[in-house]
């Protein structure tokens, strides 16, 4: 295995007047299993495509991307069980469409799939689906056969310039978002008599994408703008009623007037079973500083992790409440779960991209993570290849020891306790100095330092099944 280490980038905050509450990271190392990239696009990829997921009652994990055909796009599936292999061969949606942009995917209330689609098929006046308006296809669980929708969804014929970001409203509406130079819009359904929405009118808003609390049933539009003395990250309620839009904290200066742009679908989400909608995002400028993350209705952000340079931050919804945070940094990527309160984080693992396919650079990182493991994306550039990578991710163990340090000529018991989150991690097992043990009901395990020790260090790792294993030392003196 690799050994990695914990993110402890230190930074100051550009942003005054806005406070933050710090998530307490694990001090243990953390190790990473070496990554098993598998290849999910073509490698003639464009660095602005973006995968479209959702995962389905059977555990499959559905991800839907872009191909060029000729000057001409396609949208293929391909399903992903798991344990993170393949089911079966990718299965084509549509083709030879003139233009395509990101679409989104969504799980229906019957457990089948719904795409949305923004696009032009062809330039025939005649076709529905040559006017730009949004559209759909659907498909049952299995992921086969595709069935594009006969009309369009929208009143706008401008969706096809945008990517859409989608979701099901309790119900099992569907609604779906899309921003163009002066409009923000979404439409609920799948009426295209009934009026799309309109939000952001000044120019420009971007990468917008929904989101349901699971608790309330409210559907949560965020999207990321640049307009004059508007810039950062905002979302709004959008259904069943209308909600006042709210600023992100800290994504943007403190006067609106300077920001990062997000280069991927707004990192919004809600959690599995549990109320809140949560984005994620990097906080500073010119660099981010800060990974953050922020509940919306809130006021204050919680810092995940000190990051310089992050960028590429995203989130997905784990179990039990859980959120997995992602980001690319310096051409490496990041991942932290939290508890199931999403209060506090685990150990950031740290994972090195597919070797040798990003020395030009990684342009999209995003992960689907409501079963144990991170099931984590990545575009990356090599010198002659571009292409989107598949790769499973544990959440990262917590090893600490107490006391840290112990005399030599006195000898003593060090407990070492194993947590994931912050949570007592049961039948872990801990090996030290040649020796194993395993945690019990309250995660901890004690090792004897016997009299007359060697004076230097001692190290000690933490493992279990399904998790990332986690290190550490005591001091010998």
């Not at 993110?7 to 005054?16: D, Q």
């Not at 569907?174 to 929405?197: E, T």
């Not at 500083?289 to 006021?299: A, D, E, F, K």
């Not at 016997?450 to 230097?456: L, M, Q």
């Amino acid at each position: 295995m690799t050994q990695n280490r914990l993110v402890t980038f230190s930074s100051r905050s550009n942003f005054p007047g806005i406070g933050l509450a710090l998530v307490l990271l694990a001090s243990s190392m953390c190790f990473a299993r070496p990554a098993d990239w598998t290849r999910i696009t073509e490698i003639n990829d464009s660095n602005i495509q973006e995968p479209a997921l959702a995962r389905t009652a059977d555990g499959v994990l559905h991800v839907v991307w872009t191909r060029k055909n000729g000057p001409k796009r396609d949208l293929l599936h391909t399903g992903i069980s798991k344990d993170g292999k393949f089911v079966g061969p990718p299965t084509l949606i549509i083709d030879a469409w003139e233009t395509l942009d990101n679409p989104d995917l969504v799980v229906t209330k019957d457990g089948g799939l719904r795409l949305f689609i923004s696009g032009q098929h062809t330039t025939d006046i005649k076709d529905p689906h040559s006017h730009g308006a949004l559209t759909s296809a659907t498909a049952p669980e299995s992921g086969a056969p595709w069935k594009l929708e006969k009309g369009v969804h929208s009143q706008s014929n401008a969706v096809t310039a945008s990517p859409v970001g989608a979701a099901v409203m309790a119900d099992g509406t569907p609604i779906a978002a899309w921003a163009v130079s002066f409009a923000l819009q979404a439409h609920i359904g799948l009426d295209p008599k009934k009026d799309d929405l309109k939000f952001q009118t000044t120019c420009c808003a971007y990468q917008p994408d929904i989101a349901v609390d699971a608790a309330s049933g409210e559907a949560i539009l965020g999207w990321y703008s640049n307009a004059n003395n508007e810039q950062g990250l905002y979302t709004q309620a959008i259904a069943p009623n209308m909600g006042e839009k709210q600023f992100v904290p800290d994504s943007a200066t403190a006067d609106r007037k300077s920001s990062l742009s997000i280069d991927q679908r707004m990192a919004i989400t809600n959690r599995i079973g549990a109320p809140g909608i949560y984005v994620a995002y990097g906080a500073g400028y010119p660099t981010y500083q800060t990974v953050n993350l922020w509940r919306h209705g809130t006021v204050t952000p919680i810092v995940v992790a000190k990051a310089s340079g992050a960028r590429r931050i995203n989130i997905s919804a784990g179990p039990e409440g859980r959120l997995w945070v992602m980001w690319e940094r310096n051409r490496r990527i990041y991942a932290t779960r939290s508890n199931r309160d999403a209060t506090r984080f685990g150990s950031i693992v740290e994972v090195s991209p597919p070797a040798g396919k990003a020395e030009s650079g990684v342009y999209k990182v995003k992960g689907e993570g409501s079963v144990w493991p991170l099931d984590l994306f990545v575009a990356c550039q090599s010198i002659k290849e571009l292409a989107t990578y598949h790769a499973q991710v544990f959440p990262g163990l917590s090893l600490t020891a107490s006391p840290a340090s112990v005399l030599s000529a006195k000898g003593g018991t060090v407990t070492f306790l194993v947590s994931d989150a912050g949570d007592p991690v049961s039948g872990a097992s801990v090996s030290v100095a040649g020796k194993s043990f395993t945690t019990d009901a309250q995660g901890r395990a004690s090792y004897v330092v016997p009299k007359g020790a060697k004076v230097g260090s001692i190290s000690a790792t933490a493992s279990k099944s399904d998790y990332t294993p986690a290190s550490t030392s005591v001091a010998v003196k």
